[in-house]
């Protein structure tokens, strides 16, 4: 277009540039109707009005304009000037070196020349701040400096890209631009590659990478590839483009924890140029509005704010739905996964390191979520999958039973969870992280604590409780809760019983004081902690009562534990260590945060109580001050979403029911960007309800995995989770109201385990000595810990000292710790195990011994010794034999070397030593044929 024509270059502009909604009117001009942003329709409005003026003194001065062809050739810098003629190719000079329309104003002004300064200048001013802003509307909405460079997401310029600068493609027809690929690796752009083949197909699927693999990077980078964005500067005013084009353009819901909103806010910005709101407190309306308009690309809501306005959140329709630690829904009829159901959206991505918590209706839940109507309906899923899987992990499963497990395990790795789940493991980053040892140390009770737990545990309601199914007396064959027991004769039911004394014997296991009434409580509440003390230590109950709660909560006669934590946190102070100390009570909170302040420890403290940006304050807290030794966290509020990598120890004070919850504070210190190795200690009360509650946590681990991996897990437990009549060891009340002081629940079933391995694997070996069944006793994982406990006995003194070289043993053992295990060693496949489970495979085709224990005895004659209880002599001549084979003397320390090397090894090691032994000596045992 020519300069005589009718529209101004600005008005041109105006046209060509701004992407809003238009309508053609009869002469075949373009309508503005609306544009996306209120203070940009009023900036846009004003312009066009400045651009009306400009071109009426454009004619006036008849200075030559620049074409709409001519701008489009350049980058319009963002304008600065005082006035119109800042903008580019338009500052013409005609008298003394001003501007043409200044000039013009100049004369046209009726006012003396003093007078017109002080009036034009504000003018002026107004005028080129409306100009300013215009220009930067137009550079929003310029393509005509494609081919100059722009500012790049991400961009971390002290860090080397593990990859090259390339775009990736996406099948079928996305791709993530090369600034984002450069830093993703493999198995992340797979992981991106599962979510857009999910998208492309209408379905969903659940991303269950193990904490601290970037979940949420590969997140941004599929909605990147779904967005179509380019990784630049120009992503910024994609959307606008789009839609103002009247193309379609996807939204994205986002639900997650509240502690985690944040952290997507500040990935979205780290990665690339996002227009994302927050749809939680006091703004969400606006930003649900913004969303609905097509002004944003991403809202981000926790799961309560979702559950309380899911009609109002699904009134628009969602491209894709992003629910992050999505085992939050896991539980099918709980309100917020019914509300979850409701999403309204094609594709349904769920982020979560723990798909599997507690059982495999879990699973199921989060797969009928993520693909509706997909799955066969949950009483088929618990007949052909849960059931099978769990009874074939029972230690009495028989050969069938082991058998069909192991195969139902390998198809539903293999076969049905590829196509809903993709699962990696922290292994793949293995050599990107430091060491983690996970030590569960079983601290005794102190002996006020175990008069308290075993007077709790003879009073009548427990009574009740714990033989609720026996017949009843009246000898008419019902069970005692069903006949004339159905009351205790208070009144009170056994579902009223049953919680709140789970909750006081819990109480008692962890510290003592949290049974004692505190002033700040109820009536009630203080009237029922004062008959529970009282049944606890009648004697010392009114004592305890009358103290200062400061005095109670610091006194270690209260709790063993503090025995423990108090040697353990002298010891890291001294040695520069920072911790982290995570209990489920914030009650326990409080009383650690007195035994920090006694101690003079500097800390920091996070509960559920404190704002979400005052928990981001502290965090950045303790990172940063190298001083702040201790932080004390709720493990509810502080167990996920956050990152203190500054601390190399972790203690979980108190177990959970679900192991999920306390693997994930672990992953708070053990992640990337940890300098240090990392030390985690479970501290559990020896003979309490928190052995069965980390008992529990082993089986459901272990199931677990049998459900990702398929892993042929050792089978410690006979109880049977959820079937009637099997309860075994592990599951039922009863196992949970006891206590014997004198024996640990998981020190005996670790070894009877063991025990029986070693059985099948010495009896698999067909050693043909009567040294065969001396491999394994009750008491350690093979003959080898008798032998070097007999050593042991013999000289104390001078394995103790040897023994003292690891400064936490020796504070351990000081305290009065008698077994500590590392949680690895426990969980995890076993060589001996997939053995076991391939003979089991083999004996299910036969009649005979199908219905057999998979376990099979070692065989020999009556005359040779029981498991256990090899006479001393024979077991120190097995001993000296093991030594000499070792390579280590008889003579002067050489036994005491090796009694040594046995003890420091793990059981995996002591198995591999016995098996190398017998193998030696029945190739000697041939040799000599």
Request: hydrophobic share 35%; charged share 30%; aromatic share 8%.
């Amino acid at each position: 277009m020519d300069d005589s024509g009718e529209d101004s270059d600005l008005e041109l502009v105006t046209r060509e540039r701004v992407m809003t909604k238009t309508k053609v009117t009869e002469d075949g001009r373009e309508k503005i109707l609306w544009s996306d942003n209120e203070e940009e329709d009023d900036a846009l409005a004003k312009a066009r009005r400045e651009a009306a003026e400009a071109g009426k003194l454009k004619a006036r001065s008849r200075t030559r304009t620049v074409s709409s062809k001519a701008v489009k050739k350049e980058r319009r810098p963002v304008s600065t000037g005082e006035s119109f003629s800042s903008f580019p190719n338009r500052q013409k000079t005609a008298v003394n070196g001003k501007p043409v329309t200044e000039v013009k104003r100049e004369k046209r002004s009726d006012h003396p020349a003093g007078e017109s300064s002080s009036f034009s200048l504000p003018k002026r001013q107004k005028t080129s701040q409306r100009v300013t802003k215009f220009n930067d509307y137009l550079d929003m909405y310029s393509d005509s400096d494609l081919d100059l460079p722009y500012p790049q997401r991400p961009h971390f310029p002290n860090s080397t890209p593990p990859a090259l600068y390339a775009s990736v493609p996406l099948h079928p027809h996305g791709s993530i631009p090369a600034p984002m690929a450069q830093y993703l690796r493999d198995y992340q752009l797979d992981g991106a590659q599962f979510m857009y083949s999910k998208f492309a197909s209408h379905t969903g699927g659940i991303l269950g990478d193990d904490m601290g693999l970037g979940k949420t990077v590969q997140v941004v980078a599929f909605l990147t590839a779904v967005f179509g964005k380019k990784g630049d500067e120009r992503d910024r005013k994609l959307m606008r483009k789009m839609r103002g084009g009247g193309r379609g353009y996807p939204r994205v819901l986002i639900v997650c924890p509240g502690t985690l909103i944040s952290n997507w806010m500040r990935e979205l910005d780290t990665w690339g140029w996002w227009h994302f709101g927050k749809y939680h407190g006091d703004k969400k309306d606006a930003e649900l509005a913004a969303a609905k308009a097509g002004r944003l690309e991403v809202l981000i809501t926790t799961y309560t704010t979702y559950k309380m306005n899911e009609e109002r959140i699904n009134q628009v329709y969602w491209d894709v739905c992003i629910a992050d630690e999505c085992h939050i829904i896991k539980e099918s009829q709980s309100e917020v996964t019914k509300a979850m159901n409701m999403v309204n959206s094609h594709t349904r991505i769920g982020l979560t390191g723990t798909a599997i918590q507690n059982n495999y209706e879990e699973l199921w839940a989060l797969l009928n979520w993520a693909a509706p109507s997909t799955l066969p309906d949950i009483s088929a899923w618990k007949r052909t999958i849960s059931e099978p899987l769990k009874i074939g992990q029972s230690h009495d499963a028989t050969n069938a039973q082991l058998a069909k497990a192991r195969k139902v395990a390998w198809q539903l790795k293999t076969n049905l969870l590829p196509r809903f789940l993709i699962r990696r493991t922290k292994k793949l980053i293995a050599d990107q992280l430091p060491k983690k040892v996970d030590r569960v140390v079983f601290c005794p009770l102190t002996e006020t604590q175990k008069e308290a737990y075993q007077n709790l545990l003879d009073t009548e309601d427990v009574d009740f409780i714990i033989r609720r199914g026996d017949k009843c007396e009246c000898g008419s064959g019902m069970a005692r809760s069903q006949c004339c027991h159905r009351t205790t004769r208070a009144g009170l039911t056994l579902q009223q019983l049953i919680f709140p004394y789970m909750v006081q014997i819990q109480k008692l296991a962890n510290h003592l004081a949290l049974i004692i009434p505190r002033n700040e409580d109820t009536d009630d509440a203080r009237a029922r902690d004062a008959r529970i003390l009282e049944e606890c230590l009648p004697h010392r109950h009114k004592e305890l009562m009358r103290r200062e709660s400061i005095i109670n909560s610091a006194d270690p006669e209260l709790c063993g534990k503090w025995k423990v934590l108090e040697k353990l946190l002298a010891h890291w102070y001294a040695e520069g260590s920072k911790v982290l100390i995570f209990s489920y009570s914030t009650r326990l909170l409080g009383m650690l945060n007195d035994l920090m302040m006694r101690l003079h420890y500097t800390y920091c403290y996070l509960d559920g109580s404190m704002p979400l940006d005052a928990r981001t304050d502290v965090v950045d807290k303790f990172n940063s001050d190298p001083h702040q030794f201790a932080f004390l966290i709720s493990t509810k509020a502080g167990g996920v979403g956050l990152n203190i990598v500054s601390a190399n120890k972790v203690v979980i004070f108190d177990p959970n029911w679900n192991p999920a919850h306390d693997l994930q504070a672990q992953d708070r210190a053990f992640r990337i960007g940890q300098l240090r190795d990392v030390e985690v200690y479970r501290l559990i009360s020896a003979g309490t309800i928190e052995e069965n509650v980390y008992a529990r946590q082993i089986y459901k681990q272990q199931q677990a995995n049998i459900g990702y991996e398929a892993s042929e897990e050792r089978r410690y437990f006979k109880g049977v989770m959820g079937a009637e009549g099997r309860q075994g060891e592990l599951f039922g009340l009863g196992n949970m109201f006891t206590y014997d002081s004198g024996r640990m629940l998981l020190k005996g079933i670790v070894n009877k385990t063991n025990v029986r391995e070693q059985q099948y694997d010495i009896a698999d070996m067909n050693v043909g000595d009567a040294d065969q069944q001396e491999g394994a006793d009750e008491d350690g994982t093979s003959g080898t810990s008798q032998i070097a406990k007999l050593l042991e006995t013999g000289n104390e003194d001078a394995v103790y000292r040897k023994r003292t070289v690891d400064p936490v043993t020796a504070i351990l053992s000081e305290v009065g710790v008698e077994y500590t295990h590392n949680n690895s060693e426990i969980i995890g496949p076993s060589e001996l195990e997939a053995k076991i489970s391939k003979a089991a495979a083999t004996a299910a085709d036969n009649d005979a011994l199908a219905s057999k224990p998979a376990y099979l005895q070692a065989s020999g004659d009556q005359d040779k010794y029981q498991v256990g209880n090899v006479p001393r002599d024979v077991a120190m001549r097995q001993f000296n034999s093991m030594a000499l084979a070792e390579g280590y003397s008889l003579d002067g320390e050489g036994r005491e070397e090796f009694a040594l090397r046995v003890l420091e090894m793990t059981s995996a090691e002591r198995q591999k030593l016995l098996r190398r032994f017998y193998a030696q000596r029945r190739e000697l045992l041939d040799d000599q044929r």
